[in-house]
């Protein structure tokens, strides 16, 4: 059974980077068939796409976000990453690593349990 | 950016009900169409793929219809665990995005 588990900061200050690592047990990234991705829930609020990212490194950032946005993948530690520059306020929220297919309507089949990362001065 | 709407953005019903979600995509999608059930401090989890697909180990009384611009999502006998927050997702274009959502409460 595929599982996923972010890692990272809880809280951050303003105009920091954030970095945000999830690590995939149970199943190679390596092996195709999915993108991984980053979304994320602001406070009470619904969900929000950040970008995903195929194992050979190719990207696709959500456009509102993508000029703060990287994302890389290391296949030898099974694990993918987001960084997102110049934190504000606004981008408190629960961050979630996930796994969607390539084909068909793409469902989202996997979570992580979500990081909490609050900004704040 | 494709735009979705659900409807309602909250609902009461009892345990036994039947209960209807809809969701309306601001362009067709076909059948690009995912829902999601969400609990209280938890991760989102796929309930319906491709508008009508039951996904693996989801109980039968959840299902799926719809193409083009209108989908709904019926439970067809609700259940005490069933109370949560559910969203639909759009994946026609590769900016995939959500509705708002739609909490389910007990009556």
């Known amino acids: 059974q595929v599982q996923l588990q972010e890692s990272g900061p809880g809280l951050m200050k303003p105009s920091q980077t954030l970095s945000l690592t999830c690590t995939v047990s149970?199943?190679?990234?390596?092996?195709?068939?999915?993108?991984w991705s980053w979304i994320r829930q602001h406070p009470g609020k619904g969900l929000e796409w950040i970008g995903y990212i195929y194992y050979s490194g190719s990207t696709y950032y959500n456009p509102s976000l993508k000029s703060r946005v990287t994302m890389s993948v290391d296949t030898s530690k099974n694990q993918f990453s987001l960084k997102l520059s110049s934190v504000t306020a606004a981008d408190t929220a629960v961050y979630y690593c996930?796994?969607?297919?390539?084909?068909?309507?793409?469902?989202?089949?996997?979570w992580g349990q979500g990081t909490l990362v609050a900004v704040s001065s | 950016d494709i735009q979705m709407t659900q409807s309602p953005s909250s609902l009461s019903a009892s345990v036994g009900d039947r209960v209807t979600i809809t969701c309306r995509a601001s362009q067709s999608i076909s059948t690009y169409l995912n829902w999601y059930q969400q609990k209280p401090g938890k991760a989102p989890n796929l309930l319906i793929f491709?508008?009508?697909t039951l996904q693996s180990g989801v109980p039968s009384r959840f299902s799926g219809t719809g193409s083009g611009t209108d989908f709904t999502l019926t439970i067809s006998s609700l259940q005490p665990e069933d109370f949560a927050t559910y969203y639909c997702?759009?994946?026609?274009?590769?900016?995939?995005?959500f509705g708002q959502g739609t909490k389910l409460e007990i009556k």
């Open positions: 996930a796994r969607l297919g390539t084909t068909g309507s793409q469902p989202i089949d996997h």
């Open positions: 491709a508008a009508s």
């Open positions: 149970g199943g190679s990234i390596s092996s195709g068939g999915y993108y």
């Open positions: 997702q759009q994946s026609y274009t590769t900016l995939y995005t």
